[in-house]
């Protein structure tokens, strides 16, 4: 399996002046970043992460898929999103943000049956609430 993290850098650099768009974005990176330590553990051949900026056509660093909405008449791509490919080649894309941190956690709980290493992330009380509430 292969997974690509797309976030949009002005929100995890915190830029935009959302705190609580910035806290999730961030936990979104951290979680991503333990899972890449540890992909071995459960089977993801790669994942990337990339931070896509304003005029990015997608920001696709490895796996070509992209979420669109219309806006005000106008075509959206989505700056955030988690693509996932698997072992027959089907791509699976989560544009919500507590689908991606849902899917995140749980290969990090994954991770955690499989060593004996802590890695659990800490996540933003913006983040708990979101995963609380999509549960």
Not at 14 to 29: F, L, P, Q, Y
Not at 110 to 117: G, L
């Amino acid at each position: 399996m292969r997974m690509e993290l797309r976030v949009c850098n002005h929100c995890y650099e915190g830029s935009h002046g959302n705190e609580s768009k910035t806290a999730i974005t961030r936990d979104m990176v951290d979680c991503a970043t333990v899972i890449r330590e540890y992909k071995d553990l459960i089977g993801v051949e790669s994942l990337y992460i990339a931070k896509v900026e304003e005029g990015d056509i997608g920001g696709a660093e490895a796996l070509p898929a992209i979420v669109a909405r219309i806006e005000h008449d106008q075509v959206t791509l989505a700056d955030t999103q988690l693509v996932m490919e698997d072992e027959d080649g089907n791509l699976l894309v989560y544009p919500e943000p507590e689908d991606v941190l849902e899917v995140l956690t749980r290969n990090i709980d994954q991770i955690n049956d499989q060593t004996r290493q802590d890695v659990t992330v800490e996540l933003s009380e913006e983040s708990s609430e979101l995963l609380v509430g999509s549960r």
